[in-house]
């Protein structure tokens, strides 16, 4: 059975139903915004990071220990394929490869530019990263090739070269000889990545090795795990396998370590989108406080009514809470469920993005960017609103307390 003080509460709700209404209304909104844009950011910081990861991270990279820092090619990694053997007993890698990078001149008829020549595994790569589909003209690389390459259509461009062209390279192997050969354009590939269109070639590993003197050393394992939520446990079995061989010359990097730029994009992003947030909710804790405050000033004489017959004050301010919290409740599922329906059709249909191409294309990024919803999304914000909304309601409803039944029943 319905309890008095929770009828009362109700009933004292719709006395003014105009102000009622634009509170509700006000909450509703701040939730509505909030499952919306948190759903946002989530959406477009998993979009960045499997961007990231797509063209050329991966989830994880074995390295020599300072390879990260330096990419100097002495720090290699020996004797890949024993850790490929780690890799295949994890059931969560979904992929992995081999790559050696190296700094070069590269020079056309025309021009020459310094480039990092990356050798790749054409099969194992094509697994691993977007590489294959990224082809704009040309053909993907055969395991039977040796002098072809794949040049960035940017590097392309700026070396004046198309498919069938030459280009000789000039660098330095791994044992301190002249690294030089030349090598034909199989294809040209556009990443989505300005930076690494820009500056990079790839050629067979095999191939790389043997024009840079690395042997059967590399300077990278990639690993792709099946999602983003498996790779800490990925990082743990190898770090833990890898040490048990003795290896301890090796680094485990997962895709954080990876990126650190990235990172500190999205928690420059989540520190801004805090901030709005917390603006958002003050506006609207203070239009709590507005009706409430109002809300005991033109109730003064029915509150000292209510003394005078011996209600406590402790129920009065019972009453009020139950009051705020009703319309926040109210406006927290109105507001939650808007929210959810908003953002489900935007993830079903994402958002274009029009006049930001060129920085979207800094991080890989595509022009439809999609929420993501999630049980965080869901829950965060309209948690916060109501938190925030029952403490500021509690500021006009301990007011009632200080209240004297004579001076109350007898003010206008």
């Known amino acids: 059975m319905i309890s008095i003080d929770v009828k009362m509460?109700?009933?004292?709700?719709?006395?003014?139903?105009r102000r009622t209404i634009l509170t509700i209304?006000?909450?509703?909104?701040?939730?509505?915004?909030?499952?919306?844009?948190?759903?946002?950011?989530?959406?477009?910081?998993?979009?960045?990071?499997?961007?990231?990861?797509?063209?050329?991270?991966?989830?994880?990279?074995?390295q020599a220990k300072g390879y990260q820092q330096k990419h100097d090619i002495n720090l290699a990694v020996s004797d890949p394929r024993s850790l490929g053997r780690i890799l295949d007993k994890i059931p969560e890698v979904s992929a992995y490869t081999y790559r050696a990078d190296?700094?070069?001149?590269?020079?056309s008829r025309d021009r020459t530019?310094?480039?990092?020549?990356?050798?790749?595994?054409?099969?194992?790569?094509?697994?691993?990263?977007?590489?294959?589909?990224?082809?704009?003209?040309g053909r993907y690389l055969s395991e039977g090739d040796t002098d072809q390459a794949l040049v960035g259509k940017l590097l392309a461009r700026n070396l004046r070269v198309r498919v069938g062209d030459e280009l000789v390279l000039l660098g330095q192997g791994r044992d301190g000889s002249v690294a030089a050969t030349v090598v034909r354009v199989k294809g040209i590939?556009?990443?989505?990545?300005?930076?690494?269109?820009?500056?990079?070639?790839?050629?067979?590993?095999?191939?790389?090795?043997?024009?840079y003197a690395m042997g059967d050393a590399v300077h990278e394992v990639v690993i792709r795990s099946d999602t983003l939520k498996d790779v800490p446990i990925v990082k743990t079995v190898l770090q833990h396998d890898i040490k048990k061989e003795g290896r301890r010359n090796l680094d485990v990097l997962d895709w954080t370590e990876l990126m650190p730029g990235l990172?500190?994009?999205?928690?420059?992003?989540?520190?801004?989108?805090?901030?709005?947030y917390f603006v958002l909710i003050i506006v609207v804790a203070f239009s709590i406080l507005n009706t409430f405050l109002m809300a005991i000033l033109?109730?003064?004489?029915?509150?000292?009514?209510?003394?005078?017959?011996?209600?406590?004050?402790?129920?009065?301010?019972k009453l009020l809470l139950m009051e705020s919290t009703a319309m926040t409740l109210i406006g927290i599922v109105v507001g939650t469920c808007a929210g959810i329906l908003l953002t489900w059709y935007f993830q079903v249909h994402g958002i274009f993005i029009s006049g930001a191409e060129d920085i979207l294309r800094q991080y890989g990024m595509p022009e439809r960017i999609h929420p993501r919803l999630s049980i965080i999304s869901i829950i965060?914000?309209?948690?916060?609103?109501?938190?925030?909304?029952?403490?500021?309601?509690?500021?006009?409803?301990?007011?009632?307390?200080?209240?004297?039944?004579?001076?109350?029943?007898s003010s206008t």
């Open 9 to 17: 509460a109700w009933r004292n709700v719709w006395r003014n139903p």
């Open 25 to 62: 209304c006000a909450i509703a909104f701040a939730c509505i915004l909030l499952v919306f844009m948190v759903s946002w950011q989530l959406g477009s910081y998993e979009t960045m990071i499997n961007a990231a990861v797509d063209i050329h991270m991966g989830h994880l990279q074995i």
């Open 102 to 107: 190296a700094f070069t001149l590269a020079s």
């Open 113 to 137: 530019y310094g480039v990092l020549v990356i050798g790749i595994d054409p099969e194992k790569e094509a697994q691993v990263s977007t590489l294959k589909r990224s082809l704009r003209e």
């Open 189 to 211: 590939y556009s990443s989505g990545q300005d930076d690494f269109d820009r500056s990079s070639i790839q050629i067979p590993l095999g191939y790389f090795q043997d024009t």
């Open 263 to 276: 990172i500190e994009v999205i928690q420059i992003d989540v520190t801004s989108g805090f901030i709005f």
């Open 298 to 317: 033109e109730r003064k004489k029915e509150f000292g009514v209510f003394m005078a017959m011996g209600t406590t004050p402790t129920r009065l301010v």
């Open 380 to 409: 965060l914000g309209p948690s916060l609103v109501l938190v925030i909304t029952f403490l500021t309601a509690l500021y006009p409803a301990l007011r009632v307390r200080r209240l004297r039944p004579v001076e109350a029943i």
